[in-house]
């Protein structure tokens, strides 16, 4: 079982990738969707230190993610509550697909963050997507309807998408159609599934 972290910056197509490498047959382990997890299972913790995001005594989203942007400090907070459960969930899911009956041949660690939290449990390598600015504004903007300077915010508030292609394993450029990222994505699975059972 070989287990490779996904990473890149927003709007790179992390997600089509992943979603790709689960029809191909990797199990895929949404850290963003954890963390959604997480943020319900401390509703309690969350909203006693932060009264103002939460909605009837559970965490809004958009409120909470608007109360820590331009506070370093709550942000810490924050994190210091949803990283710890993320991690120990990621592990524990690990830990069940290794002793599992059938273990998959590729588990992917979609980790948006992998880079800046500095958390990297994938023994394998790091799978980077990557795209040139402009498309990835493109591609943000149709489907959720973000602005150039809210998209332009977010993205400086990550790693420079050069830096994270620098410490990559391998880079996937998403620089075309759909079509040609999934052949891409085929391309690399085998790549790596072949290797991993070479
Ligand atoms: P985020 O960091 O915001 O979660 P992401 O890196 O997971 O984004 P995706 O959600 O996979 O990126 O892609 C962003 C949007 O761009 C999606 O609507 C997706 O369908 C679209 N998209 C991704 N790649 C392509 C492509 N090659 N051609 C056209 N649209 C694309």
Redesign the pocket.
């Known amino acids: 079982m070989k287990v490779v972290a996904l990473t890149?910056?927003?709007?790179?197509?992390?997600?089509?990738?992943a979603r790709e490498l689960e029809r191909l047959g990797a199990e895929v382990i949404y850290a963003?969707e954890l963390a959604r997890q997480a943020r319900a299972a401390l509703a309690p913790e969350i909203c006693r230190a932060f009264p103002d995001a939460c909605v009837g005594g559970r965490p809004d989203d958009r409120r909470l993610a608007r109360r820590v942007f331009a506070d370093p400090e709550a942000r810490r907070r924050l994190e210091g509550m949803i990283h710890p459960w993320v991690r120990r969930a990621v592990l524990e899911r690990l830990e069940r697909l290794a002793q599992s009956a059938n273990p998959p041949e590729l588990v992917v660690l979609e980790l948006?963050l992998l880079f800046e939290t500095g958390w990297n449990p994938a023994r394998d390598g790091v799978l980077v997507?990557a795209?040139p600015e402009a498309l990835r504004a493109r591609?943000?903007a149709?489907?959720s309807g973000l602005s150039l300077d809210e998209f332009r915010a977010r993205d400086a508030a990550q790693l420079p998408q050069e830096e994270k292609v620098r410490r990559a394993d391998w880079v996937i450029v998403?620089d075309?159609?759909?079509d040609?990222?999934r052949a891409r994505v085929q391309r690399w699975y085998a790549e790596v599934v072949r290797e991993a059972s070479a």
């Open positions: 890149g910056n927003i709007g790179s197509g992390k997600t089509t990738v963003d948006p997507v795209a591609r943000v149709e489907r998403n075309g159609d759909l040609a990222l």
